[in-house]
Structures are given as C-alpha cells and as structure tokens.
C-alpha cells in the first residue's frame, strides 16, 4: 500500500457526500473496537490481577507448596509441562518450618494452618496460637493454649444441651467446649478468650500449634511458613536467605508483596483463568469475527463507490492516487470510530467484571485494570482493519485500465477469486477433516476439536461469502420466480449481486453459529445432567448443610432409627492426566469419595454401571465413567493415573466403569483415599434410605431434601456456567446481529438510484418493497440456516465427546433465534426502503 501522508480533498470529499457509506463503515470499525478493548482489558485484568496481602500482611516473606501439580510431556526440546493447578492446597512438611528459622534475617518463624472445625452448628476456622501475632490478635482472659485446650473468641457461647445445660451462657475461662474437628468431636478446656483484632476473623479459634497440625487432618504438614524479619533486614535479603534455608525440596515457593495475597486467597488463580480464558480464548475468536465482519463492511463501502472509481480512472488519475484516497479515508474514519469505541467496550468490560464478582466467580479484592494498551490495540486494530480491507477492495478498481473502467462498472465481478477461492476450500477441506477428528475423539479433546471447527468453517464462510450467496441466491430462485413480479425482481437482483447478498449474509452466520453453539452447547449438557441426576439418585432423601456436615454424620444418619442405609459423599476434584494416545494433560475431574462401602453405594446411587462392580470399592481402587474411560483409553483391571486434590500422585486401579458420571461424578473413590489431602474430610452430602417418619429425626444433622429438590439445588449452582454462555453468546451474536442490520442498511441506501429507475419504468411501490422483501428474507434464511448447519456440525462431535448423546436443540429456542434474525433483517431492510422510495417520489 502506498504511504500516506495527509488527508487529500479526494478523500474528503468522498466522505462528506457519500455520508451513508462513511456511517455504516464507522459503525462497523466501533463495534470492532468495542469488542476488542473489552476482552482485551478482561485479559490484561487478568494478567495483572492481584490481592493485597490480608492474614499475611505483617509477614515480609512467605513460604507456600508449589499449587500446580506438574506433568512432563515429550522428550528433549520438544518436552513440554500440560500440568494443572491442584484443586484443593498443596501443604509444605513441618520439617522446612526449623529449615526456615535457621535463615539470617529471620526473627520469627511461624508454621501456619487453617481448618475448619464446629461448634454445634457454627463453623469456625481453627489456628495454631503462634499465628496470632499476624492479625493482632491478644488474649483477654487466660492463658495461650496447650495441648487439651483451645482459645476462642470473646463473646462466644455454649450451642449445645449436652455442655452441661447451659445452652446460650457465654464461654468463660476454664469451660469445657466440645468441637468438632477433621479427626472427629472431641473436648477442649478453655484455655482464655481472645480479642481477634482488624485480621483475626470473628468466628476462629486457637490451638497450640503442635495439636492444630494434628487436628487439621494433614498431620506433619503446614498450610504455609510465615516469617518474620530481624529489625534492618530487607524484605528481598530476607526472601533470599529464605529460598536458600528451605531450598527446593516439597516444590516450596517464597512470596513477598502481593504475592502473599495470591499464597493465601487461592480463588484469585481461578479468578486469573476465568479473565484470562474470556480475554484471550473467547477475546481471540470475537476479535477474529469482530475484525472480519468490519473488513467486509469496508470492502462494501469501498464496492459501493466502483462507478466513482471508474470515472476517476477514465479521466486520469492513476491507481497509486486511487489506492492513497482509499487509505486515506479509511484514516479519516477509523481512528475516531477506533477511539470511541473503546468508551462502549470499557462500559462492557466494568459491567462485565461486576457481574462476575455478584456471582463470586472473582475475589472483592479483585480491581479491573483499565490502562492505554488494550485501547490502543483496539483503536490500531480497526486503523489496520480498514487499511487492510481497502487496500484489498481497490486492487481491483486500480488496477483497471481507464478505457475499460466504466465498462466494468456495471458488471458483477465474478463470485470467485484467485486468493480469497482457494483459501476458503482450504478452510472449507481443513473444517470437514477437523470434524471428522473432533467425531472420533471423546472428553476434552473433542470439545477442543469442536472449537476449531467453527472457527475454519467461519473462515470458509468469509472467504467464500460470494460464491455461497450465488448458490444460495439459485435455490431461493426457484420458488421465487412464481412469487409475481416481486418474487421476479428479488431473485434475479440476487442472483446479479452475489457480493451485495453475501456481505449481508455472512455476518449472519456468524451471529447464529456462535450463538447456537454456545447455547445449544449449555442445553445439551444440562439436558444429560439432569437425566443423569433424576435416574442415579435413587435415595428417599440427602441431608446436607450450607457450613458442611459434621465429621460423623454419616454414622449418625445410619444409627437413626428408620435408616436402612447411609452413605456420605465427599465432593471435590483430581487432576487426571489425558490419553496418552492423545493430548495427553492433566485435566481437572469431579470426584466424589464415598464413606461407606460400594454395596452401599449402590443402594443410594444408580451409576449405570457399564463394566466391572462397585462391589470391589476398596482404598487403592477407583471407578470412572464412561466419557472419562474413553478420553484415557483406559478399562476394568487397568490404573488411572491421577492427581488428589493436594496434588499428590496416585495410580489406583479402575474396578467399575459407569455411564452416569455427569449427573454424579465423573470419579469415584473411597473417601479414605482422599482424607489427609482435602481441607475439610467431612461429608459434603449423606444419601440415605429411610421412611418418612426418620426423615424428621435426620434434621439433627442438616437440611433434609428429596431427590427432585436436590437435584434443583444442583441446577442453581450450574447458573453460572449457564450465565456466562449466554452473555458470550449476547455479545458476540449482538455483534454480528447489528453488523448485519448495519450492512443490510448500508446496501438498501446504496440502491437509490436503482429503486428510482424501477418506480419510473412503473414497477409499483408495492412490488418494490415485496422485492426487498424477499431479498431480505433471502438473507436471514440463507445466514440462519448455513449458521445452523455449521453448529450443528460443531455441536455434534462436541457433545459426543462429553455427554456421549446428541446435541438439544430446545424448539422454543431456536424458533426465537430464527424470529430475531428474520426480524432485524426485514426491519433493516424495509424502513430505510421506505425512506429512499419517499425520497424518490417527492423528487421525481
């Protein structure tokens, strides 16, 4: 492209007396920029999101387990990590606590552990009493704990009947307490009472230090080592002398300044990989749609204009001086459009980042970072956008020579290209051979492939948009040469105007495939779900608790008269690495630990199962299910190479493979196995089978509920999964849907003179507007239809893979989709018809 230097009157003049084009354009390059400064301030949010330092903050350095769990994949230079991070917390052993007080610099050295224990029905969060000088906590009454004691905050009071009558009294110094903890209720003398101070937390209680490792349920080892320095020591000598006591060993990692805060407070790495995934993974598909669907807006723009152009050539001016006017609009038009959409995007990106932090998908101390670069990036994405797209829009016109310029005006170019044809049945071969992989693949790597799928065949549909209208303008034909003098007129414009049709067309497309997948994806995952639930739940009731159930709730359940059979579950996640066949990582796996026996299990729960037998359920085995054993490639008799919540590695062998792990989970494995590497080993749920009558005496232990009521309570925590498929789905499919109104407008203004000669040749003005009509009808169906069809395609292998069913595809849904596409369409195109034909009848 020829440089530019400034804006010449040939560009100026362009833009102030073609208005419409120029408008459409803007809009077009604005929406671009909005897109894009979004999801670029969620990705750089995400890069840069940290947390103050809170239980930390009086701590220069902090020492914390390696929270991903790695795994080597490949040999020499082409050995890669596809590790994960560990679903629960990897803990350091107590040994590198003397390690690390023998640092120079180091003045106090505190092994830390936080777990929860009950009082009654109260949840607390338990300490050792060394920690106590982190959050300013002091005593007020008594002593610092020793072993058989705890300390508790002022103000606390008796909750149960069985401590001695005194149901409500507050705790004095000297009183016995009875808490529940991971190693079961037991006894303690109140050794004091404390004031908690701006960090301590209303509801914690203290041990001595020794006993609270012991009754964290992780004896031996420590949540984290916080050190305090020497008086004139640096945080960052200090830090190194820190590394260098404790060195490598138990993978511990050293933390100073916000890096305490992201040790302490582990949703802020899921907070990360949800910004992350919407500002990159999602970011880099809408920008891809966004960038696409604008170019095509400004090759139409610059089409619009080929008569112009003509005449230009055939009174002299040379293509360089094309070429530069061309550039040179599109610098008159994309910087500001550029510049103020980043002001919507910024507004989208904060609403965005709210309503992820209502839902608790982000940490309150969490802050969106809206700094320069994403904005500049989105403001030279649309200049690079419209140069790009003009540049390729005028070789044509320039290249013309003068005598033949006006000629060629008037002519369709033909619906293919020597560039644009081959890459898009590239994209087209590349999109059906991806399919077929996706089809034979199962679990993740299917999903994976699914989403390569829609973005070549969306590349295919932009590249090949032309030749797509042609054909699809003669099978709209047929029916519409019978269709009177309007149906005549619609078909034969379309078929003429093969790129006019597809600039319409494809932003249509776009809207309606990522629209459906994302939704229909949603649907049909929920749809299995919830069968799955409905039929594997075959308990009369579950008992649960929103502060989590006691230790030994389950054997209380079962020792309630009228209980046949009680079975606690333990929810949480393993890590367990991919098909070695395949893309082998380690991906993060619903699991539940059973605490009972799998002949108890199987009186609760209906687990399909396929292979193998619950019956042998022991510590050391595992039973998985279906998707999971295809995606591993693995059966009955072999061993499941997983990840426990901590990170800690297991090789259990696989003795039952079931078909109804989405509706429960998708591993199963005795809750002893998972015990000292979860944070809290009490039930998360009891399934027993009981009469009616023991369903009251079950209220003891926390909220009673039948299966349809739980299985309502598990649809509710699936809303935000839903709610962010939706929103993607808004966003990118409100996008391309005004894209395609803004284009539909643009073209119906471009045609005046055309519907101007049609009114004096006596077409009627009915006939006119049935024309645009149907063209427009043309246009939403043709859009709606190859977006369905290039869902579909993705959906199917996608689901496939991980529900093992087809797509669902809800009928009210899916209607409202066609009946928002075919709406905007008839309205984009009908009221500005209405406008020019107006226009036209008042100046003959």
Request: overall charge positive.
């Amino acid at each position: 492209m020829s440089l530019v230097r400034v804006p010449n009157g040939l560009a100026r003049a362009a833009v102030r007396f073609r208005p419409a084009s120029f408008v459409g354009t803007f809009v077009a390059l604005l929406l671009a920029a909005a897109i894009v400064s979004a999801c670029g301030i969620l990705l750089e949010t995400g890069l840069r999101a940290s947390v103050p330092a809170d239980r930390y903050a009086k701590a220069p350095v902090v020492v914390t387990a390696d929270q991903w769990a790695p795994l080597k994949v490949g040999r020499g230079e082409e050995a890669y990590d596809a590790g994960a991070r560990v679903p629960d917390t990897a803990r350091l052993p107590e040994s590198l606590v003397r390690k690390a007080a023998t640092a120079p610099g180091a003045a106090t050295v505190i092994g830390d552990v936080g777990f929860p224990v009950h009082h009654g029905s109260t949840p607390l969060m338990a300490h050792g009493w060394d920690s106590a000088v982190l959050t300013g906590t002091r005593l007020l009454t008594g002593t610092a704990p020793r072993a058989g004691e705890a300390v508790v905050p002022a103000g606390t009071t008796h909750r149960a009947a069985a401590e001695g009558g005194r149901t409500g009294a507050e705790v004095r110094t000297g009183d016995t307490l009875t808490l529940d903890t991971p190693e079961g209720p037991k006894d303690f003398r109140v050794a004091g009472t404390a004031d908690t101070g701006p960090g301590g937390g209303a509801g914690t209680v203290w041990f001595a230090d020794r006993e609270a490792v012991r009754l964290s349920g992780h004896p031996g080892r420590v949540d984290a080592i916080a050190v305090l320095a020497t008086p004139g020591t640096s945080t960052d000598t200090l830090a190194d002398q820190v590394r260098a006591a404790v060195g490598h060993s138990a993978g511990a990692r050293v933390h100073t300044g916000d890096g305490r805060g992201a040790a302490e407070d582990p949703r802020l790495a899921e907070a990360r990989e949800i910004l992350i995934g919407l500002g990159g993974s999602f970011g880099g598909v809408a920008t891809m749609v966004a960038v696409f669907t604008a170019a095509g807006t400004v090759a139409l723009s610059v089409g619009q204009r080929g008569r112009e152009f003509a005449m230009l050539r055939a009174i002299g001016t040379t293509p360089g001086q094309l070429r530069r006017a061309i550039a040179t609009e599109a610098l008159l038009v994309a910087p500001l459009a550029g510049a103020l959409g980043c002001l919507p995007g910024t507004a989208l990106a904060h609403w965005w980042f709210g309503q992820l932090q209502d839902r608790g998908a982000l940490p309150e101390a969490v802050v969106l970072h809206v700094s320069w670069l994403p904005l500049a990036i989105a403001t030279a994405t649309t200049m690079l956008t419209a140069l790009g797209a003009g540049h390729v829009a005028a070789r044509r016109p320039s290249r013309t020579k003068p005598g033949l310029a006006l000629a060629q005006s008037t002519v369709e170019p033909p619906p293919f290209g020597w560039i644009r044809t081959p890459l898009g049945v590239a994209a087209l071969v590349g999109g059906m051979i991806l399919a077929g992989v996706a089809g034979a693949s199962s679990g993740e790597n299917a999903a994976n492939a699914a989403l390569g799928v829609v973005s070549l065949f969306m590349l295919a549909v932009g590249l090949l948009g032309p030749l797509i209208a042609r054909v699809c303008a003669e099978v709209a034909g047929l029916p519409l040469r019978v269709a009177g003098a309007a149906g005549s007129l619609a078909a034969a414009n379309s078929r003429t105007n093969s790129r006019r049709l597809a600039s319409a067309i494809t932003p249509i497309v776009l809207a309606m495939a990522f629209a459906s997948t994302l939704v229909f994806m949603h649907t049909s995952e929920d749809r299995v779900i919830a069968h799955q639930q409905r039929d594997a739940v075959t308990a009369d009731h579950i008992v649960g608790a929103p502060a989590g159930l006691a230790s030994d709730a389950t054997e209380r359940a079962a020792a309630t008269p009228g209980v046949s059979t009680a079975v606690g579950l333990l929810r949480t996640s393993v890590l367990v690495a991919g098909d070695p066949g395949g893309d082998r990582m380690l991906q993060n796996t619903p699991a539940q630990g059973v605490i009972g026996t799998g002949e108890e299990l199987a009186r609760v729960q209906d687990l399909d199962v396929r292979a193998g037998s619950l019956t042998g359920l022991r510590p050391g085995t595992v039973a998985i299910d279906t998707t999971l054993a295809g995606s591993t490639g693995l059966t009955t008799g072999d061993r499941l190479d997983l990840r426990l919540p901590d990170g800690t590695q297991a090789t259990p062998e696989i003795v039952a493979v079931y078909g109804r792990g989405l509706g429960t989970a998708l591993v199963t494995l005795p809750a002893a196995d998972l015990r000292t590497h979860v944070t809290s080993p009490c039930a998360t749920e009891v399934l027993v089978r009981a009469t009616p009558a023991a369903a009251r005496a079950l209220t003891a232990l926390g909220t009673v509920t039948d299966p349809s009521e739980y299985a309502a309570a598990q649809q509710r925590d699936r809303a935000l999964n839903a709610w962010a498929n939706s929103v993607m789905a808004a966003v990118l499919g409100g996008f391309a849907a005004i894209a395609a109104v803004n284009t539909l407008v643009m073209t119906v203004l471009d045609r005046r003179r055309e519907l101007a000669v049609l009114r004096l040749v006596g077409t009627t003005r009915r006939q006119v507007m049935g024309m645009i009509r149907w063209e427009a009808l043309i246009v939403t169906l043709a859009g709606a239809g190859l977006g369905t069809v290039i869902a579909l395609i993705t959906l199917n292998p996608m689901m496939k893979g991980l529900t093992g069913e087809p797509p669902y595809i809800p009928p009210v849904l899916y209607g409202s989709f066609i009946a928002v596409i075919i709406g905007l369409g008839l309205a984009a195109a009908m009221i500005p018809a209405r406008a020019v034909l107006r226009a036209a009848a008042a100046r003959p």
